[in-house]
């Protein structure tokens, strides 16, 4: 389809816009927004304004990145870089719901998912296929591995390793099993990232070093990407808890 812009909605000139983007009514896309084929934005969304940053020079050149095919709900925010030349990165495919809001130079994977009034402060990572509950956020600098599913009202501020389910504040129950068995990944894979969540975090030890130690036992390409986590960051990460009538592993 062609591109359509509601009458009512607001794109500046300069803003770049792929050939099947659809703008609705009231919605707002500034000349630091570039969004990719296919991306839809609902009303009153915002994408590309101020980071919400004191002291932001406003006459900076940066700018809000959108993938291909993701869908932006009503009054959704997306604030732009406060670095000269960078930008917000949002992936393919994501959906953000209403009243959800994404932080300036943040950099989210494709296929994420942000639920209503769901909050990303500034420079949160956030990997592919990861699902953020209603009211669920991340604190400035957080990391959120790929394919983690985070609770409502679940505030993070520690680093969630990938394929995790998170909930409360900071607080690890299990692997994100579902979620890992929707990727249809052999069942010699999930047992793999089992064993290594046991290893890493099971304890209650430190978890860079014992990742670190199991990079070179592990066959699986997932499996090393969850040890290889825990070699970046500097806000620590989350640790397990135990769920009534479950396990630190992993639910069903």
């Known amino acids: 389809m062609a591109t359509k812009i509601h009458p009512s909605a607001t794109v500046d000139p300069g803003a770049e816009l792929g050939t099947d983007v659809e703008i609705g009514p009231y919605a707002v896309v500034t000349?630091?927004?570039?969004?990719?084929?296919?991306?839809?934005?609902?009303?009153?969304?915002?994408?590309?304004?101020?980071?919400?940053?004191?002291?932001?020079?406003?006459?900076?050149?940066?700018?809000?990145d959108i993938g291909a095919g993701s869908v932006i709900r009503e009054s959704v925010t997306i604030n732009r870089s406060r670095h000269e030349g960078q930008s917000t990165r949002v992936g393919a495919k994501c959906y953000f719901m209403a009243c959800s809001h994404v932080g300036h130079d943040c950099t989210l994977g494709d296929e994420v998912v942000l639920a209503n009034n769901a909050l990303l402060a500034g420079h949160v990572d956030m990997g592919t296929k990861t699902f953020v509950g209603g009211g669920g956020g991340a604190h400035q600098f957080c990391r959120v591995g790929e394919g983690v599913m985070m609770a409502a009202l679940s505030p993070m501020t520690k680093d969630v390793p990938p394929f995790c389910m998170v909930a409360g504040r900071n607080e690890l129950i299990g692997l994100n099993l579902v979620g890992l068995k929707r990727r249809n990944w052999e069942r010699s894979v999930i047992m793999e990232i089992k064993d290594a969540y046991r290893a890493v975090l099971a304890g209650g030890q430190n978890p860079r070093p014992?990742?670190?130690?199991?990079?070179?036992?592990?066959?699986?390409?997932?499996?090393?990407?969850?040890?290889?986590?825990?070699?970046?960051?500097?806000?620590?990460?989350?640790?397990p808890v135990r769920v009534k009538g479950g396990s630190d592993s992993g639910h069903d």
């Not at 969304?45 to 940066?62: E, K, M, W």
């Not at 990742?211 to 989350?238: C, D, I, M, N, Q």
């Open 31 to 64: 000349k630091w927004a570039r969004l990719g084929d296919g991306v839809v934005v609902h009303p009153g969304a915002v994408i590309g304004g101020d980071p919400q940053y004191l002291g932001f020079n406003r006459s900076l050149a940066t700018y809000v």
């Open 210 to 239: 014992l990742a670190k130690s199991l990079e070179a036992t592990v066959v699986s390409a997932p499996a090393r990407v969850f040890l290889e986590f825990f070699a970046g960051g500097t806000r620590g990460f989350v640790r």
